[in-house]
């Protein structure tokens, strides 16, 4: 057995040395600590993100390119999904600086909404379609300017419940020698709250209008100044800071709300998927107990319809149901009868194509017997006659989802059983006339 003796320099020198190995090894864990802390971006660690949805009249807007803003630049651009949805996780924002979102897409007014650079997870901006206003204005240059300004305001009713309308927001405004009008501003529809939000420059006086349209009509502004010649304005500002306005109310209480339904549609030939040149759509909208019903006339345009409905309180929760059926009667051809029910007031329908054939007839009786014939060119019927009489015939039965009617033709007899020339006349103007006796 060997044995080791310590001396007290031995032991004081293997102490030494042990200290410095922990010594060492502390210093290199808190050196790796210092360099991961390194790695972090110190401006990502609390960005503001946006998130919301774009609309219009309850539809939610795929593919709207939101350019987003800040500090007087582009910071990058989304487009919403299929469900009108848009994120702006991917751009990088600074904390504590305004953002401004600018939503754009084809066929609807440039619409910016402003938000303070913090995360807002509940923005709905509503674009409204430049079909929508007579005057669309000029796009702004740059919505992130800080000479921009939000003005916010409020529409209402006598009870205080929030109310749709259109406004305009408007500042250099021209005509030009050939009688158009330019300017530059805010046109906009108010939120089903009644609520609105644009951005204004600093400094600047405004024409000012709010309008109702539908169950309420009428300019909702004083009545200050004639603009564009003719439609009553008031005029507002300048304003150099972000404003609320004044609130404005139809003061009508008895509780009546509008619903303005609007149906879009491209309905095309099933031959060549073009417009049909000659053709119609028949309409049934119901909400509760109310039924409007309308025919519209193609002629090788897409369309646009709109059902006003004056709801009470206990139908404005009402789904509207929709029915329409579209007819290409010069290829004699008829789509499917569509029915479905919908909250959203902006509806679009996109192509329809009428490919089922359909035979036209009518059935006519004269002194109980029965006579019937193909008819080229079938057009709803308001009235028929005869044409040596001029005699008005009352229609008798009629079944538009078939195309064929059934009148009867009184007084007819002896010594009179001829008919030559019958005709009937639809509500657009055009007939037939059968050019043969009828005994």
């Given amino acids: 057995m060997t044995y080791i003796f310590l001396t007290k320099t031995r032991i004081r020198f293997l102490l030494f040395g042990l200290v410095l190995v922990l010594s060492f090894g502390c210093r290199k864990e808190e050196i790796t600590t210092i360099y991961e802390e390194q790695i972090e971006d ?14 219009y009249g309850g539809a939610l807007l795929a593919g709207v390119n939101v350019e987003v803003y800040q500090d007087g630049k582009l910071a990058g651009s989304i487009l919403t999904d299929q469900n009108g ?6 751009i990088d924002l600074i904390p504590s600086k305004d953002v401004t979102l600018y939503c754009k897409k084809e066929g609807f007014v440039p619409t910016p909404r402003r938000f303070q650079g913090q995360s807002n997870d509940h923005i709905n901006i509503l674009l409204l379609p430049q079909s929508e206003t007579i005057y669309n204005p000029n796009p702004l240059n740059n919505a992130s300017s800080s000479n921009l300004i939000v003005l916010r305001g409020k529409v209402v009713n006598g009870l205080g419940g929030g109310e749709i309308a259109k406004g305009l927001a408007i500042y250099n405004v021209t005509k030009n020698p050939f009688g158009v009008w330019t300017y530059d501003g805010a046109s906009f529809e108010t ?11 600093k400094g600047q006086e405004l024409y000012y209008q709010i309008k109702q349209e539908g169950c309420y009509n009428g300019v909702l502004t004083k009545p200050i100044f004639k603009l564009f010649d003719e439609t009553p304005a008031e005029i ?3 304003f150099y800071e972000n404003t609320a306005l004044p609130t404005v109310s139809n003061n009508i209480t008895d509780g009546l709300i509008t619903r303005s339904v609007k149906l879009l549609m491209n309905p095309r030939q099933c031959q060549n998927n073009t417009l049909i040149q000659y053709g119609r759509i028949e309409w049934l909208l119901k909400v509760g107990a109310q039924t409007k019903t309308l025919t ?3 002629f090788g345009k897409s369309t646009k319809d709109e059902f006003l409905f004056c709801l009470n309180e206990t139908e404005k929760d009402f789904p509207t149901e929709v029915n329409y059926t579209v007819y290409d009667d010069a290829n ?26 359909i035979g036209f007839s009518f059935e006519l009786t004269i002194d109980g017997v029965l006579y019937q014939s193909d008819i080229a060119n079938f057009a709803d019927q308001v009235n028929a006659g005869i044409d040596q009489d001029n005699l008005t015939v009352p229609i008798l039965y009629s079944n538009t989802q078939n195309r064929w009617i059934r009148f009867n033709i009184p007084n007819v007899t002896q010594p009179n059983p001829v008919i030559k020339d019958f005709r009937y006349l639809g509500n657009n103007g055009y007939y037939y006339q059968k050019n043969q006796e009828i005994k």
């Fill in 191 to 201: 939120n089903s709250d009644g609520s609105f939000e644009i951005l204004v420059p």
């Fill in 296 to 298: 519209t006339q193609l």
């Fill in 85 to 90: 949805k848009f994120n702006t996780q991917p």
């Fill in 42 to 55: 110190p401006k990502l660690l609390d960005k503001p993100v946006a998130k919301g949805t774009i609309s």
């Fill in 332 to 357: 004699k051809m008829v789509s499917t009868t569509t029915n479905f029910q919908t909250s959203n007031t902006y509806i679009y329908l996109g192509d329809i194509i009428p490919c089922n054939p």
């Fill in 236 to 238: 507002i500002g300048p």
